[in-house]
């Protein structure tokens, strides 16, 4: 099995190997990650932290050793908490480095990462803090980054951030942490999840003080919210319907 790591500031990751294919998540620098399969243009990889599956094109990856990818697996992951900071590679050309990549892997990638840093599981109370980091950044399926973002995306990069591991999806994160009966049991940082017509949970979002909730439709936005969903205030109705709360931690 071959291993490999991100070295840009974002790749796209894809259901087939193709351009034209839809992206259904991204890969951030310093993410590390499993090839599943190698073709003469792609690779088929399986993200460490989340064990999201997809197709990146092989120019964009930076191949590493069993030893290394050990090595990293190994190791506390410290992550990025400005907007946007710059590491620099060793011929002086600077790459962009996004809220949330990782960090503790320059030193396999040869380059010097300058701005702040987390390291570590966060309290409660940073969660909201980090959440607002993401305030009108665009939505976009498959997203991860403030200049463009998901619904599930926001919510794992967030947690992420803050030394907390959220699954892809917001089906597979509605399966995680303890179960909450009421609105009223939520705290700041807790996730609602919403279902459509159907009952598949399809929305997540981050619960704030005094009934408001921070989450992505159409951007980062904050919105009421009851015992029947999100009220929409630009709107004047429910944009989702609340299935379940969930506390993490």
């Not at 294919?21 to 399986?46: A, D, N």
């Not at 011929?91 to 996004?98: C, H, K, L, R, V």
């Not at 949970?201 to 408001?212: E, Q, T």
């Given at each position: 099995m071959q291993y490999?790591?991100c070295?840009?500031?974002?790749i796209?990751?894809?259901?087939?190997?193709e351009?034209?294919s839809e992206m259904?998540?991204?890969?951030l620098?310093g993410?590390h990650?499993?090839?599943l399969e190698?073709?003469?243009?792609?690779?088929k990889?399986?993200?460490?932290?989340?064990?999201?599956?997809?197709?990146?094109?092989?120019?964009?990856?930076h191949f590493i050793?069993?030893?290394?990818?050990?090595l990293?697996?190994?190791?506390q992951?410290?992550?990025?908490?400005?907007l946007?900071?710059?590491?620099e590679?060793?011929?002086?050309?600077p790459i962009?480095?996004?809220?949330?990549s990782?960090?503790?892997l320059?030193k396999i990638?040869?380059?010097?990462?300058?701005g702040n840093?987390t390291?570590?599981?966060?309290?409660?109370?940073?969660?909201i803090?980090?959440a607002?980091?993401?305030l009108?950044?665009?939505?976009?399926k498959?997203?991860?980054t403030?200049?463009?973002?998901?619904a599930?995306?926001?919510?794992q990069m967030?947690?992420?951030i803050?030394g907390?591991?959220l699954?892809?999806?917001a089906?597979?994160?509605?399966?995680q942490?303890e179960a909450?009966?009421?609105?009223e049991?939520?705290e700041?940082?807790?996730?609602a999840f919403?279902?459509?017509?159907?009952?598949?949970?399809?929305?997540?979002g981050?619960v704030?003080?005094?009934?408001f909730?921070?989450h992505?439709n159409?951007?980062?936005?904050i919105d009421?919210i009851?015992?029947?969903?999100?009220?929409?205030?630009?709107?004047?109705?429910?944009?989702h319907?609340l299935?379940?709360?969930?506390r993490?931690?």
């Amino acid at each position: 099995m071959q291993y490999g790591i991100c070295p840009l500031s974002v790749i796209p990751l894809r259901i087939s190997p193709e351009e034209a294919s839809e992206m259904t998540s991204q890969v951030l620098f310093g993410e590390h990650f499993k090839i599943l399969e190698s073709r003469k243009y792609w690779s088929k990889i399986r993200v460490s932290s989340d064990k999201c599956e997809g197709w990146v094109p092989n120019n964009q990856v930076h191949f590493i050793t069993k030893e290394e990818f050990i090595l990293i697996e190994e190791k506390q992951p410290i992550f990025a908490t400005d907007l946007l900071s710059f590491a620099e590679h060793p011929n002086g050309t600077p790459i962009s480095i996004i809220l949330g990549s990782s960090i503790p892997l320059t030193k396999i990638l040869k380059v010097t990462v300058e701005g702040n840093k987390t390291e570590g599981k966060q309290t409660k109370e940073h969660i909201i803090n980090t959440a607002l980091k993401y305030l009108n950044a665009p939505e976009l399926k498959g997203g991860k980054t403030p200049f463009g973002i998901d619904a599930s995306g926001f919510a794992q990069m967030v947690y992420k951030i803050n030394g907390y591991n959220l699954l892809r999806t917001a089906q597979e994160q509605a399966r995680q942490g303890e179960a909450l009966s009421f609105i009223e049991e939520c705290e700041p940082g807790d996730l609602a999840f919403f279902d459509d017509s159907y009952g598949h949970i399809n929305h997540v979002g981050i619960v704030m003080k005094n009934n408001f909730i921070i989450h992505v439709n159409g951007m980062v936005r904050i919105d009421r919210i009851d015992h029947t969903g999100i009220f929409n205030y630009d709107l004047r109705n429910y944009s989702h319907q609340l299935r379940v709360l969930k506390r993490i931690l």
